[in-house]
């Protein structure tokens, strides 16, 4: 599949670089000198997150390419995402370009947040094409994508956009009609309109605002919407209950809101000095690696909850695999290790070697019958010993191979040893396991069920032709001098 | 210190329950029967999330006691928090019973949302004692406290006050001046108001609008505020330019919310409805033991970044202690399991029982001379290997203790052996590690400067004289017949 990103600032490279760090070849047009850049410096950003989501490797990443014209640009292409300056009459002539090269079943999206799709409809020969795919900075790790269309949009045209943004990650939200601002940003500009206030009325400061949403409604909204939040408001008295309080205070003069202020130069000269403090010196540059290193660890947070992007993410991830090759041994993990997993030495912390190893002992047994099903009918194994020798250090961003060799297995007991390679395919890390098969109700050790043993078994014949690792069955040395020892 | 909580709805056992598991002792006066136990199912779910934010132990907990009168509660109090319905002659009524009673210094402090500190104020005798500390739901677990005054509060009062509530790990915003509705509750009125239209208008479901926020800017507003968003929405061009481009938004029409949705009836009726399915039959007391299990997630993830909540618990956490104690070996760790740690077998997943013990590890050689100074100069130590025996389970909420005796260190080599012991004493894992002392820029190893091995060689020599642990230097067996190994 071929995408075509016509306009290429903060939001067209974000989604180029979605697509292409899923495997979609990327054309991207844009007439600005920095546009290519931009594109590098936003690519570079995603590179260092995005894949960091994932417990498993993404798709080989596309080729991106620079197209001289729109024309170019769209030629051939599947998707072409329009993120051109808000301006109707730039817009009416980009479309122009691009209608009579776009091929037959290609969608013609706009990443637009102040125009409805029926305005920019009126501007397409056909207009049906088109809609509106709205994302979230930075397009590569905010899952949202807004779909909308107008009375002229087929239904059929939503879904097979929404299939494809599902394809990259994105959680698609299909709107049944149009409006202003859609859903997320008309929510956040009531936020930003109330802000506005406080800040001109001397209320609060930018940084006190900003903490105030941190260290509140901020954390709820991450993992609880608005309306399941106030659920839980209304406890065992129910939802009704507790909205009928709310009539009252609707009321009540709690926000500004039925007046907007004036953004004037008095009050731009405040926020932004209030902001220039807040940002303590940090450059955008560093603000940005920080959020996205905050959002991935938000993230991977929520994917260990099934909530939210976490549960996103796990979708996504279900369908990725760690690419079986013809080698002898199992590879049992390929992944990238995330910027959460660096430590004060700078380098992957010991303890994710063990995370590692233990979700390649996952996926092996996995492979021979352990499944989710398998431990919900109450049998699984436990780990009785580890052994890890670190050999080579590993990094942010580095992509990971775990290739797994079946020392022993019969009955209860498997002893396997996990070989962690680094992207050269260096041995960057052992780890050698015990692990016993338990009855989950009893937590005592048993056999397997047969189909379970067979197939750990069946890996153990195999894997005993080749050469036994030097170091199985090694201890810790007792460094003592011998007469003490 | 004594803590009086007047009105134990989920607010005030919120804030009954943060200041136990802080050590605090805790007063309850309230008059409606089933008060004890909401309290007790309250602390229920505090004990099984707040002491997971921490790496460390929290002190140990305070006394819990019931009150049969408001006098009773408030005697001898020194911090007395009021959470009665939001009903000015109930106040009345009850600022009166507390008011002969209070001790000099003690702070009288409301959790109202609905009232000016100045209106709650005008019902005491000795106005200047009393100000608003507004928490969030669930108090035990969100760090905001908005502390607001009126014109007749000394600035003393507040900032005592934020002492007090930093304490107990909260993050006070002193407000300089009252104002409806403070920060938080304002910003999130804005927000509910234009959501009553979506629904109202048939524009979105609760559903769908939960989803939104989950997806996009609930995220981004667990670890960035929205004046900080936007900075990085202007890029190099500054805020400033980014801060003119609103201006003419401002003028449209992008939110309802010049007027204020009629909450009647059909509306209440067509919100529950749709919240209903949207809850999919979950009650409210598991929503609430996810929600918690996600803010325990979310706010550990934001302490490695330090960012945020994550920021305000290191913070907190910096002056918890492990509790050295008399014994011949070192205490190097001391905390709770948190609910992020557990996996699909229903115990502590093994690799957490390594970072334990890598943790152990640090505070260990931290102890020895290598702070975050002495990494930060360009020195430390790796880890080369590790033996992990797990002996015993461990789950969620279980306090383990980290005892430590050092093998051997002699140059660059340091041998420990860490024992893991379960909340009753019994052994529950041991790890065995070998570290070694490196040049940060080499990456070489090297040996420590003098105070560092100076202070490891005087701990291996003490606990040489101590028993040798009997499976120090074991290897994993090798099961394989004889004949074949």
């Known amino acids: 599949m071929k995408i075509a990103i016509i306009g290429c600032g903060v939001i067209g490279a974000g989604w180029a670089a979605r697509f292409l760090l899923n495997g979609f070849d990327v054309c991207v047009f844009d007439p600005s000198p920095e546009a290519a850049d931009r594109m590098q410096r936003v690519l570079l950003y995603a590179r260092a997150s995005l894949p960091a989501l994932y417990d498993r490797v993404l798709p080989p990443p596309g080729q991106l390419n620079y197209a001289p014209t729109t024309a170019d640009a769209v030629t ?3 998707w072409v995402q329009e993120s051109a300056p808000e301006r109707l009459e730039l817009k009416r ?17 706009s990443s637009t947040s102040g125009f409805r799709p029926s305005e920019l409809q009126k501007l397409c020969a056909a207009p049906e094409r088109l809609i509106v795919a709205h994302p979230f900075n930075p397009v590569y790790l905010l899952p949202l994508v807004e779909i909308v269309g107008s009375d002229l949009t087929p239904a059929a045209l939503k879904s097979h956009a929404a299939e494809i943004l599902t394809s990259v990650g994105m959680h698609p939200l299909v709107l049944d009609r149009e409006v202003d601002g859609f859903i997320g940003n008309r929510l956040q500009e009531a936020v930003w309109r109330e802000t506005l206030w406080m800040v001109k009325d001397g209320i609060a400061t930018t940084a006190q605002i900003d903490e105030a949403i941190l260290h509140s409604f901020g954390l709820r909204w991450a993992q609880m919407g608005q309306f399941d939040s106030y659920r839980l408001g209304g ?10 309080q709310f009539g009252p205070s609707l009321a009540e003069p709690l926000t500004h809101l039925m007046d907007v202020p004036e953004l004037d130069q008095a009050l731009i000269e405040r926020i932004a000095k209030q902001s220039d403090a807040q940002s303590n010196g940090r450059s955008i540059a560093q603000m940005e690696e920080a959020r996205d290193a905050s959002l991935v660890a938000l993230i991977r947070a929520l994917k260990a909850q099934r909530v939210g992007a976490g549960a996103t993410v796990r979708t996504h991830e279900a369908g990725l695999t760690f ?14 290790i995330p910027p959460t997993w660096t430590d004060a030495n700078g380098h992957m912390n010991e303890a994710h070697y063990l995370e590692v190893a233990s979700n390649a002992t996952d996926a092996l047994t996995e ?20 052994h890890i020798r670190y050999l080579s250090e590993l990094h942010q961003g580095d992509e990971i ?5 079946v020392l022993f297995a019969q009955g209860k007991k498997t ?26 109700a009893t937590r005592a050790v048993c056999p397997p069920l047969p189909h379970v043993g067979a197939a750990l078994e069946r890996l153990a014949a195999a894997h005993a032709t080749l050469p036994r690792p030097e170091s199985a069955g090694n201890a810790i040395r007792d460094l003592r001098p011998k007469e003490v020892a």
Request: proline share 2%.
């Open 367 to 386: 492979s021979c019958g352990v499944t989710e099903e398998y431990i919900a009918a109450g049998r699984s194994h436990f780990t009785a010993e580890s």
């Open 323 to 336: 690419g079986q090759d013809d080698e002898a041994l199992v590879t049992t993990t390929r992944r990238v």
């Open 401 to 405: 191979t775990v290739r797994t060799q």
């Open 76 to 78: 051939g292409a599947d």
């Open 415 to 440: 002893h396997l040893f996990h070989r962690i390679l680094a992207p050269d395919g260096t041995l960057s890390a052992t780890v050698e396991v015990m692990i016993l098969h338990v009855d989950l």
């Open 93 to 109: 002539a980009l479309y122009a370009a691009i209608e009579p090269h776009l091929k037959d079943g290609a969608v013609l999206a």
């Open 235 to 244: 406890g065992e008295a129910g939802i009704r209950h507790f909205l009928a």
